[in-house]
């Protein structure tokens, strides 16, 4: 399988587009990569280094000639994955076909081995003309992957292409070029993420810690790989994937019958949500005072992977243990209990696991294999997850 992207360089020109790519930063943070972002000095005539280092969290710097002792376009080139430049500028593209090094950022660019793509933005002259038609196309044959701009206003009055794409076209294309086999294309991924909320009354809830932070990695990672995504969120505050079908849901009773709905049209189902074990037996019509629930009758929620295994024709089923203790006998009995193709074990203890960017544990396959994963991101366990389950999908 081709290695996990995790570490990017946001390359900034200095072109008025450079405000965008303050966006595209942020958008980049969410799928949980890790960016350094290195513009150009002329950029920072659009966008400054303070807010550059506060939306990164990492000191930015554009000169050789700047911290010295670390030797920052080796370090930088040698630690990243990936060198994202947006926007592309003409003098930038021109520098970098006759292989200059008169910044940061052309420097780390030569001695970088990582995928380098390009996102032009330019007036329509410029992007029209020879030179940067013949640059363009020298940098492509140098292994450069270049993202065609959009068409539309530009800065003044003009019109035409040379805008930069929108930062969901640009994520999108991105994800074209880092997955050397879109290896999910024409399988439909559901996946279950958050945790069900039980109510008390109108006001109060039974509910749990999850943020739902680990089933939208998987549905991300599943919608770079080019899969048909519809994620049932139970009370997520995440900014949605892009290109992923929202399902709304609050109780198991919700979650459930979304379950009824997509299960059977689905290839994979992902249960990252952590479910309720129980629910009060009754509600309030309206809040209850203090002294009407100093005691709450719980009656239990159904199993619901267990149900859904039930009904379970050539579906791959994915589940998760929480526990407080890496529990393999209890795993390995959910496991086979639930009809299940893969779970995955985490010990939440610590308290380091929900709401948290990292995770570690043990995957656990239906044929008894465990592998077990050191601490990392949530995006990359997600791609595990998708990387275990790929030859069963397929």
């Not at 360089?9 to 966006?23: E, N, P, R």
């Not at 910044?103 to 660019?109: I, R």
């Not at 039980?198 to 749990?208: H, L, M, S, T, Y």
Request: aromatic residues 4%; hydrophobic residues 45%.
């Amino acid at each position: 399988m081709p290695k996990r992207i995790n570490k990017v360089i946001l390359g900034v020109g200095g072109g008025i587009a450079a405000y965008k790519s303050c966006d595209l930063l942020r958008r980049l943070q969410e799928r949980n990569y890790e960016v350094t972002v290195v513009p150009t000095p002329s950029a920072l005539n659009f966008v400054g280094t303070a807010t550059w280092e506060a939306l990164s969290g990492k000191k930015v710097t554009t000169q050789v000639w700047e911290s010295v002792d670390e030797v920052r376009h080796v370090k930088l080139a040698a630690d990243n994955d990936l060198i994202l430049i947006s926007p592309a500028t003409a003098d930038l593209i021109a520098r970098l076909a006759m292989g200059r090094a008169d910044d940061l950022l052309t420097n780390v660019v030569l001695a970088s081995n990582a995928t380098k793509i390009l996102i032009p933005a330019m007036h329509p002259n410029m992007w029209n003309n020879p030179a940067t038609v013949a640059n363009i196309a020298l940098l492509q044959e140098r292994g450069f992957q270049v993202m065609r701009p959009a068409i539309g206003r530009l800065t003044g009055i003009d019109i035409g292409i040379g805008r930069l794409p929108e930062t969901s076209e640009i994520l999108s294309y991105l994800a074209s070029v880092i997955s050397d086999t879109q290896n999910l294309l024409g399988k439909r991924v559901l996946v279950t993420a958050g945790g069900t909320r039980e109510a008390i009354d109108p006001v109060r809830f039974i509910g749990n810690r999850s943020s739902g932070k680990q089933g939208y990695a998987v549905a991300q990672a599943a919608l770079d790989r080019g899969a048909e995504v519809t994620i049932l969120s139970a009370n997520v505050s995440l900014p949605d994937p892009v290109g992923a079908t929202i399902v709304r849901v609050e109780s198991t009773k919700d979650l459930e019958i979304a379950l009824g709905t997509y299960f059977h049209t689905t290839d994979l189902l992902v249960m990252a949500a952590a479910v309720a074990d129980a629910r009060p037996s009754q509600v309030g019509a309206e809040k209850l005072k203090k002294d009407s629930y100093r005691e709450i009758t719980l009656m239990e929620n159904p199993d619901l992977v267990g149900r859904i295994s039930e009904q379970k024709g050539k579906q791959v089923i994915v589940g998760f243990a929480a526990e407080t203790s890496l529990n393999i006998a209890e795993a390995n009995r959910k496991l086979l209990a639930k009809g299940l193709d893969l779970i995955y074990l985490n010990d939440v203890s610590t308290g380091e696991i929900f709401g948290s960017d990292s995770t570690q544990g043990v995957f656990i396959k239906s044929d008894g294999d465990e592998i077990p994963v050191t601490k990392s991101n949530k995006a990359t366990l997600a791609n595990q997850l998708l990387d275990l389950v790929l030859d069963k999908l397929n």
